[in-house]
């Protein structure tokens, strides 16, 4: 069973929209993150959170706001999409900080922008 | 900042053959390298790690060096299956909240 869940897994939007990627982990993790992949940039860190904190942020754009109802959730909201968006959004989770421990990550929302 | 390269972006082996793949760091400060695997259409996977305070670690059929001076790490697959093809991401840590990917490397590994 998937231990950090990603919804949708596919998601089609219309340029200027706004979107949620919901991600939730089940491993008891401490820290949470989010990262891009895309043909242009392979695996780009976005966030890290770590007990519902904003730990680092490494977008430069406000459209991306990650939101963390509960400390095993960690959504992101994108909003005003661009075709520059389209990737992959991966989430992930970790017992401690990233950079000491086994980064976990979910199975990804592949996002299009049309 | 940091910075990781990850200097084959493809490699094909025949099964049984060992694959290396290899990256450099620019950060001295970089003390953790984990290294990941993604499967097609699947997330990341862990697939082992080395810390600054060693040179060699090994896991089963996975060998990872760390050279410091030269700030060059590799991952060393022995006796390759087909399994092991997928995509593999080296990464470098500068601080407990970072991790900097590598662009991946395509591994292959032909029956």
């Known amino acids: 069973d998937p231990k950090i869940i990603q919804k949708p897994k596919y998601l089609v939007a219309v340029t200027g929209s706004e979107k949620i990627l919901i991600c939730e982990q089940y491993l008891g993790h401490n820290a949470m993150y989010w990262y891009r992949q895309s043909a242009k940039k392979p695996l780009e860190f976005m966030f890290s959170y770590s007990y519902q904190k904003l730990m680092d942020n490494q977008t430069a754009s406000s459209r991306f706001q990650p939101q963390s109802s509960k400390k095993n959730h960690l959504d992101l909201q994108i909003t005003a999409l661009k075709p520059d968006d389209s990737a992959t959004y991966f989430c992930?989770?970790?017992?401690?900080?990233?950079?000491?421990?086994?980064?976990?990550f979910g199975k990804g929302t592949r996002l299009t922008v049309v | 900042g940091e910075k990781v390269e990850q200097h084959e972006s493809t490699l094909s082996v025949r099964e049984g053959d060992s694959a290396v793949i290899n990256c450099t760091y620019t950060?001295?400060?970089?003390?953790?390298f984990p290294w990941y695997k993604q499967e097609a259409g699947k997330g990341l996977h862990f697939v082992i790690d080395?810390?600054?305070?060693?040179d060699r670690k090994q896991s089963q059929r996975l060998i990872v060096l760390l050279d410091k001076k030269a700030k060059r790490f590799s991952l060393h697959i022995t006796a390759t299956q087909p399994e092991d093809s997928a995509i593999y991401f080296c990464a470098a840590s500068p601080n407990t909240d970072k991790v900097v990917f590598g662009t991946g490397t395509r591994l292959q590994v032909s029956p």
């Open positions: 950060d001295t400060a970089s003390s953790y």
């Open positions: 080395i810390r600054s305070n060693v």
């Open positions: 992930a989770s970790s017992q401690d900080r990233q950079g000491a421990t086994e980064v976990f």
